[in-house]
């Protein structure tokens, strides 16, 4: 039957697309504008938004398993409860959910609160659910690589306990591998979270010392306090969203994002390869 992706013109969600259809899965993804989404052939198109209650019924018609990925926005809490409800209404148990790393300690940041509250919601109402907690993107670096390479300043503040940075691609091919064993399955699933990060734990100096290695240059890191950071996310970013961020940043220099026990080596049996690493995309960039 079919597999919905909501969230799929994104950084993960575009991979989690091509993933499943790789894999021959039938794949329906719901999309504010299908005019401005280029998706691979074969991929049926429901136009609409997450409040848009008749347009999510329909998109949710027939469908069997759903990957939920909300945006962070205002109003992500009432998009993930309405979108759950309504998938629960349509009949549909078996779900992959993206939430984040160590959602249910993060309380203050208001897109981990939120993610924790979904992944409360999905329990208490019996879904057949792969929660993914994915650390930190390294492909969110993309806000930061021209301060890095006009500047020669890391000006992300993840402090010194290090953060273990995950790939969307990483993230995509779990998603996808977890979608389609759910699909497949004769019955539902236990109940399964977990934890995507990346290959290596890395601090504030470390990163600085990977992108002075690649570009052949001294790159400094700018330090643990987040206020600079913070006025610089809000000249191209509502404000809102900038302060978020910051509060993300103190918890990565409080307490970093560290994976458990068996994490790297429970992701790396699950997708048959080594995970991609930051000094990958730090090497791209400065080839490009």
Known sequence: MTILVIGATGRVGRHVVDQLVSRDAAVRVLTRDPAKASFPAGVEVAQGELLDIDAVRSALAGVRTLFLLNAVTGDEFTQALITLNLAREAGIERVVYLSVFEADLAVNVPHFAVKYGAERMLEAMGFSVTILRPTYFIDNEVM?????????VYPMPIGGKGVAMVDARDIA????????????????????TINVVGPDTLTGDAVAAIWSEVLGRPIAYG???PSGFEANMATFMPKWTAYEMRLMAERYVSDGMIPEDGDRERLTALLGRPLHSYREMAARIAEA
């Open 144 to 152: 930061v690589k021209d301060v890095i390479l006009n500047h020669g």
């Open 173 to 192: 091919e779990v998603a996808a591998i977890e979608l389609m064993r759910r699909d497949a399955a004769d019955a539902a699933l236990p109940t399964e």
């Open 223 to 225: 330090g643990d306090d």
